[in-house]
C-alpha cells in the first residue's frame, strides 16, 4: 500500500462509505446460507486483454471483512493481461468472498478500465515528448483511485483538484477583463510555486497569456495547423497543452505539432470497465 501512494486513511473512508452502502446491516442473503466458519478459495480472471490498476484497492476491501486471509496477486498493478490470465487468488472466509466480490470488482474493474484506456493513448504518443494528462472529470469521491489508475496506464496527472494550480479558464478571464488581469490578480495571492495556466481559442490570446507570463498555455479546441502557429510563437516560453474534443484518432497527429501535454477527458469520465470475474473453489 504505501507502495502505491495512497493515503490509507482516505482509502477507508471512501472503502466504509461504499460498505455502508452495499453492505448496510448485513449480507442477508450470505449470512444466513454461509456457516461463519467457513474457509474458499478465490480466484479473480481477465476476461479481456488490459492493464490491471486496484490490486492494493481490492486487498483492502477483502481484509476489512477477513483481517486473515491470505492475499496472493500473480500481477502487479500496471501490468499488462490477456483474456484467461488469473489476475490473483484469496484464501479466507467463504462469507467474506462472497460479501466483498462486488465492491472489490467494481473498484478493481473501472481502474483496470481506465489505466487500459489510458495505455492505448500514450501508445499513440510514442515517440513525441508529449505526456497525456487526465482531467476532473472524474467520478465524485473517487479522484484518486481514477487518477492512480492514469498513472498506472502510463499517464500523467493533470492537477488533482481546485487548489493545487491554477487554470485561468474563460469565465475568469470575462469576470477580470483580460487574461493580463486575470495572471496578474492570481500572481499576487498565490505562493510562487503554484503553475498558473491559461486557456486560449486563438493567437491574440496565445500572445497576451505569453506576455501576462503564464506557466502553461492551454489551447483549446484548435486545428492542428493553429497549434503549429501557436506553439512557433510561444517558441519555449511556456509549456503548451493540447485539449478539447481529444479522441484516440488525433492524438498522433496532435502529438507531432510540439505540444508538451494533451490532456483527455475520455480517461475517466465514460471509461468502459475490464471485464474480470470472481470465481470461489470450496
Known amino acids: 500500500m504505501k507502495e502505491s501512494g495512497f493515503n490509507v486513511q482516505e482509502i477507508e473512508l471512501i472503502i466504509n462509505h461504499a460498505f455502508q452502502e452495499d453492505i448496510g446491516s448485513g449480507d442477508i442473503t450470505t449470512n444466513n446460507i454461509v456457516p461463519e466458519n467457513t474457509s474458499a478459495t478465490a480466484s479473480m480472471t481477465a476476461k479481456a486483454d488490459g492493464i490491471v490498476a486496484g490490486l492494493d484497492i481490492a486487498e483492502m476491501v477483502f ?97 488533482i483538484g481546485l487548489y493545487d494550480m491554477v487554470m485561468i479558464k474563460d469565465n475568469h478571464i470575462k469576470i477580470a477583463g483580460s487574461i ?10 498565490i505562493p510562487s510555486d503554484i503553475k498558473v495556466e491559461v486557456e486560449t481559442t486563438n493567437l491574440n490570446e496565445v500572445k497576451e497569456a505569453v506576455a501576462a507570463g503564464a506557466d502553461i498555455i492551454m489551447l483549446d479546441n484548435m486545428s492542428n495547423e493553429l497549434m503549429k502557429e501557436a506553439i512557433d510563437f510561444i517558441n519555449g516560453e511556456a509549456l503548451v497543452e493540447a485539449s478539447g474534443n481529444m479522441n484516440l484518432e488525433r492524438i498522433a497527429g496532435v502529438s507531432k505539432t510540439g505540444v508538451d501535454f494533451i490532456s483527455i477527458g475520455a480517461l475517466t469520465h465514460s471509461v468502459t470497465a475490464l471485464d474480470i470475474s470472481q470465481n470461489i473453489i470450496l
Open 63 to 159: 481484509r476489512k471483512l477477513d483481517a486473515n486471509l491470505k492475499w496472493n496477486p500473480k500481477i502487479k498493478d500496471g501490468d499488462r493481461v490477456s483474456k484467461g490470465d488469473v489476475i490473483l487468488e484469496i484464501k479466507g472466509t467463504f462469507r467474506a468472498l462472497l460479501t466483498g466480490e462486488r465492491l472489490a470488482l467494481n473498484l478493481l474493474q473501472r481502474m483496470s478500465g481506465i489505466a487500459t484506456e489510458t495505455a492505448k493513448y500514450v501508445a499513440e504518443a510514442k515517440g513525441t515528448k508529449v505526456k497525456i494528462l487526465d482531467t476532473r472529470k472524474t467520478v465524485p469521491g473517487l479522484r484518486t483511485f481514477d487518477k492512480y489508475a492514469v498513472k498506472m496506464g502510463g499517464g500523467t496527472n493533470h492537477r
Open 180 to 189: 493580463t488581469s486575470a495572471v496578474e490578480q492570481v500572481r499576487k495571492a
